[in-house]
């Protein structure tokens, strides 16, 4: 009996961080991912499960999330011809390689070193949501040859190393080299989708303490937490997409922002205590 009351407890926490992460995706365009790992940390620690892997699962989650999330961002952006597949194709590669490796430090690395890297670029995302210009430029165009041969990797990289799709390091960095901003986002869609498909393929073979990891669980990946948040973003993402309609984004992007500041404090105090 109180496995089954814990498994009813961890469905509705994780139904409640399903809704919130889809209805801020809707309404600010942003990833799932940069709200989800915060989430599922303090879930699983809510309900008892902790150990040196714990970061290890909520970033495979959050990722495998991100797989179904971008798949059907990228079908949609699509219809409207908004993805730049020459972007996309060109970048893909590099991206891949640099979500492998980050899966390979991620499953080698504690839980506490785990949440003080996300804490560090959660708050340098949070600081560029808050004061970034859509102005600044580091150049007009994508770049290529040596440039694009090192900054495909290390999106892939630090994406995985966030357990975040595209979004958070995409877009400000294709709008930086005066990529639109509506073509930005639905190509750093695609960014997820080669971030979180060899990453989670991957963290499905890494090695988790039973006695540590939630029921349900393949390798780093907790199915109950994939079902339940994939089926609330599906319902309130559209939610969110009509109040960013009905609404300026612009304040509630700066809300969201010192939001997003204060999760990665929170994060890093975490991690000087473990």
Known sequence: MPETMLLIQMAVLLLVIGAFAGILAG??????????VPAFFYAFQTLGYGGDQLMQMCLATSLATIIVTS????????????????ILRAWAPGIMIGAV???LVVSGLRSSTLQAIFGVLALVVGLYM????SEWRLGQAM?????????????????????????????PLMTLYNTPIHRAVATAA??????AVPSVIGFLFVSIDPATRP???????????????????LITAPIG??????????????????????VALNMLRKAMMG
């Open 71 to 86: 798949l059907r961002s990228v079908l949609a952006h699509n219809k409207k011809g908004a993805v730049d597949w020459a």
């Open 215 to 233: 029921p349900y669980t393949i390798g780093a990946v907790n199915l109950v937490a994939f079902v339940l948040v994939i089926a609330m973003t």
């Open 130 to 133: 808050g004061f970034g210009r």
């Open 27 to 36: 309404l600010l365009g942003v990833g799932g991912g940069i709200v989800l």
């Open 101 to 103: 490796v980050g899966m």
């Open 143 to 171: 770049p290529k040859g040596i440039s694009l041969a090192a900054l495909s990797p290390s999106v892939g990289f630090l994406s995985v190393l966030m357990g975040i799709g595209g979004g958070s390091f995409g877009v």
């Open 190 to 195: 695609g960014f997820g989708i080669a971030i």
């Open 241 to 262: 997409a009509r109040m960013a309609h009905a609404m300026d984004p612009k304040p509630l992007k700066r809300v969201f922002a010192v939001f997003l500041v204060l």
